[in-house]
Nanobody, 127 residues
């Protein structure tokens, strides 16, 4: 059974940085492309960024370009979402997700393509 556990959320002032972690267990981590999604109150879940199984390809939503990075460490079965220059619009619950069965360099875009989800971690950015 694949389990994903996010951590690292919290309260941060605008302009600050956070690093979220997503630890995977019950799987061969390198077999999964990983994504980070977020959902703000009253809004639909949206993609923040995603990274291929190989770690060589990563894509980010326009809102996060230049501010977010998604390093993954296959040996530690962990993927991160590093965020800087945070602003109140980044306030949301952040979820990591895993997709199995994709190619080594595929980077699935849509939430429906992901098979497993974590429980989420809250990020609150104050002005």
């Amino acid at each position: 059974q694949v389990q994903l556990v996010e951590s690292g959320g919290g309260l941060v002032q605008a302009g600050g940085s956070l690093r979220l972690s997503c630890a995977a267990s019950g799987c061969t981590f390198s077999n999964y492309a990983m994504g980070w999604f977020r959902q703000a109150p009253g809004k639909e879940r949206e993609l923040a960024g995603r990274i291929s199984r190989s770690g060589s390809r990563a894509y980010y939503a326009d809102s996060g370009k230049g501010r977010f990075t998604i390093p993954r460490h296959n040996a530690k079965t962990t993927v991160y979402l590093q965020m800087k220059s945070l602003n109140p619009e980044d306030t949301a619950i952040y979820y990591c997700a895993a997709q199995s069965g994709g190619s080594w360099n595929s980077v699935p875009l849509n939430a429906a393509e992901y098979d497993y989800w974590g429980q989420g971690t809250q990020v609150t950015v104050t002005s």
